[in-house]
Each structure stands twice: as structure tokens, then as C-alpha cells.
């Protein structure tokens, strides 16, 4: 993964909180930062805020890549509560999945 590639992945996942910030109260608006703490004890996210940002990742994934990317499944509860305590370790999260099915395009 180019770091191109890695900024893209993080921009896409600000735009996604964007879309979420949309649905949302404004005392609840989530801060569009690559340093936003999402599901951690100081997180701001709770399961369904969670459950529509995942979608929307997903969602904004398959437009730029043309493939379906499942960000969370039957896995390990620990690693997926690490990978989305924040917006950073999301993108890596984003990445590894991203690169164990092989969907990133070569272009930008």
C-alpha cells in the first residue's frame, strides 16, 4: 500500500464521519480528525453510531475500489475493538482488510 493509497484510506474514512455527522444531534457531532477517538472508553461512538460508520466505509470502499471490503465479521472481539478505537487504527484496519483481498486499485 503506496502512501497515497494509506491518505486516501484515512480521507475516506473522515468523509464517512462526515455523512455521519449528517444524521446526527449536533452535541453529538463527531470531530473529523485522523486523531478522533471512536470506540475507545473515550470514544464517541455508541453501537449504532458504529454500526452506520462501518456501513458507510464500506459503502464509500466499494465505489473506489469496485470490490466488497467487510470490515467487521465473526472474528476476534478483542482485535476489532482495537482496531476501531480511533480513526488512525481504523485506516490500518482498513488497510490490512483492503490487502488480504487483494482489492486496491493501482490508480488514484
Known amino acids: 500500500m503506496s502512501s497515497l493509497q494509506s491518505a486516501r484510506v484515512i480521507s475516506l474514512i ?29 470514544g464517541l461512538l455508541d453501537s449504532m453510531g458504529m454500526v452506520i ?21 465473526e472474528g476476534d472481539a478483542t482485535v476489532l475493538s482495537q482496531a476501531f478505537r480511533t480513526v488512525r487504527t481504523l485506516a490500518a484496519h482498513v488497510v490490512h482488510c483492503a490487502n488480504s483481498t487483494r482489492v486496491f486499485p493501482d490508480k488514484e
Not at 25 to 31: G, L, Q, S, T, V
Not at 53 to 73: F, H, K, M, P
Open 14 to 42: 473522515l468523509a464517512a464521519i462526515e455523512d455521519l455527522n449528517l444524521q446526527l444531534p449536533p452535541e453529538r457531532k463527531i470531530p473529523v480528525s485522523p486523531d478522533t477517538n471512536l470506540a475507545s472508553p473515550e
Open 53 to 73: 460508520l462501518i456501513s458507510c466505509i464500506e459503502d464509500r470502499l466499494r465505489e473506489w475500489t469496485g470490490a466488497e471490503v467487510i470490515l467487521s465479521n
